[in-house]
């Protein structure tokens, strides 16, 4: 079973950055497409970001230009860089296998402030 653990979430203050870690156990080939969600009180998880096994990644229009994916396939892990943060960004966010295949970790909090 592949475990997946969020990690670096915080609470950051409008226009400010976070870097978020997805550690991986267990099998994540290299053709698997990874992404980070995020899931806000009351509503649907949505996916913000994803990558493809070799590295190739896309956004939500709502944080292109501000957050950045990326992958270290011989480390199993995958990264979120987000900045220029707005309190819309306030969420919990996972990573997963896009479509999502694999359990879901508990998530790291971000809370962004105005």
């Known amino acids: 079973q592949v475990q997946l653990v969020e990690s670096g979430g915080g609470l950051v203050q409008s226009g400010g950055s976070l870097r978020l870690s997805c550690a991986a156990s267990?099998?994540?080939?290299?053709?698997?497409?990874m992404g980070w969600f995020r899931q806000a009180p009351g509503k649907q998880r949505e996916l913000v970001a994803r990558?493809?096994?070799?590295?190739?990644?896309t956004y939500s229009d709502v944080v292109k230009g501000r957050f950045t994916i990326s992958r270290d396939n011989a480390e199993n892990t995958v990264l979120l860089q987000m900045n220029s943060l707005k309190p819309e960004d306030t969420g919990i966010y996972y990573c997963?296998?896009?479509?999502?295949?694999?359990?879901w970790g508990q998530g790291t909090q971000v809370t962004v402030s105005s």
């Open positions: 990558i493809t096994g070799y590295g190739s990644p």
């Open positions: 997963n296998a896009v479509p999502a295949t694999y359990n």
């Open positions: 267990g099998k994540m080939f290299i053709i698997t497409d």
